[in-house]
């Protein structure tokens, strides 16, 4: 029987042996171009040879766990979880500032390591968050590997939370500057967070298959259990915009205007929408993605929303385990507040 090819192979020794059989895998090739080789074990059969070599491509990091790096765990881990499609911006982000252990074998890896990168870096406690996360889950997918036993990410430490004082809701004036703009992809996005409540990451994850025009809502949100698939209704001044928006051929509700593909990262979003925003550039304040958020809350606040509706619509946690529920009724007294900003 044929193997497939970069599987391995099986090889009977010469000479009178025990166990005749040797299972090898290729780990890299000389100069020259030969294959430099790694025996996994010695079998008295060739079914336990082939085993053997079943097992490796199964579980690579049981037999190869000295040599495994965090660069390794962070390929396989990647590449299982993502599979053909690009690996999020927050992950690739905080695998780059996590460099200075992509070398180092993963069984060495301790709590300090991390917390050392991590205490040092001068990015913001969110970007550290990041770090920690992905460390965290590559950890959790090694022991599931058995590769480690202990989740050491999980014991780093994260600065204290800061109140924040870069976010700026969007004045009134600021708003008529935008409706009088439409026109302006940067100022759409812009409109669509403030009279949404969407977090930036979060319109670009809502797909054209979760967005209801006809009954007016979209579904999507994260971060939060509370934030989770929950239903995000569409206020009647945004309407046009999302329609415009709305592509049923697509996959995504926000494609760039520039390479017709998805957005799908914050990176992008700043790129492809905001920066070159002539419209956004003109405002007294210069406003981030997320102000469009707080800018929601305000509006709501301001007209008298009901407290446990603003937390559904933006996703808040509510001690109200029965306000979560979405009946019909639920829905249409989303859609009626949003219509009150």
């Known amino acids: 029987m044929k193997l497939p090819n970069g599987y391995g192979a099986v090889v009977k020794l010469a000479g009178r042996r025990r166990k005749p059989y040797a299972a090898r ?22 079914q336990e040879a082939i085993k053997a070599l079943a097992d490796y491509n199964e579980n690579p990091f049981d037999l190869m766990e000295k040599d495994v790096t965090f660069a390794d765990v962070y390929q396989r881990w990647a590449s299982l979880k993502f599979k053909d ?19 180092l074998r993963f069984t060495d890896i301790r709590k300090r390591h991390i917390q050392s990168i991590i205490d040092s870096s001068p990015l913001g406690r969110q970007s550290k968050a990041h770090m920690k996360s992905l460390c965290s889950q590559l950890f ?16 780093v430490k994260l600065p204290p939370a800061e109140q924040s004082q870069i976010h700026q809701p969007f004045t009134p004036a600021e708003l008529d500057t935008l409706w009088q703009s439409v026109s302006d992809v ?9 009279y949404t409540g969407l977090r930036p990451t979060e319109l670009l994850e809502i797909k054209t298959a979760n967005v209801n025009l006809q009954e007016r809502y979209m579904t999507g949100g994260k ?27 697509a996959e995504y509700l ?17 790129s492809h929408f905001w920066k070159n925003s002539s419209v956004l550039k003109s405002l007294p304040t210069k406003h981030l993605p997320h102000d469009g958020r707080h800018t929601c809350a ?24 029965t306000s979560r529920v979405y009946t019909h009724k639920t829905i249409q007294q989303l859609i009626d507040a949003i219509d009150l900003i």
Request: contains cysteine; hydrophobic residues 45%.
């Open 25 to 46: 895998i290729t780990v890299g090739w000389t100069e020259d171009g030969k294959q430099n080789r790694k025996y996994l074990g010695y079998y008295k059969t060739r």
């Open 85 to 103: 499609k690009p690996v999020l911006g927050i992950y690739t982000a905080a695998y780059k500032s996590l460099a200075a252990i992509h070398a």
């Open 140 to 155: 959790d997918f090694a022991i599931d590997q058995e590769l480690v036993k202990v989740n050491f990410a999980a014991l």
């Open 186 to 194: 940067g100022a759409q996005i812009a409109l669509i967070l403030c």
């Open 223 to 249: 971060k939060t259990a509370a934030g989770k698939n929950r239903t995000i209704p569409i206020a009647q001044k945004i309407l046009p915009l999302i329609e415009r928006m709305y592509n049923p051929d």
């Open 254 to 270: 926000v494609v760039s205007p520039r390479d017709n593909k998805p957005v799908l990262t914050y990176a992008r979003l700043v």
């Open 298 to 321: 305000t509006l709501m606040d301001n007209a008298e929303v009901p407290l446990k509706i603003r937390q559904l619509i933006l996703g808040h946690s509510s001690q109200d385990i």
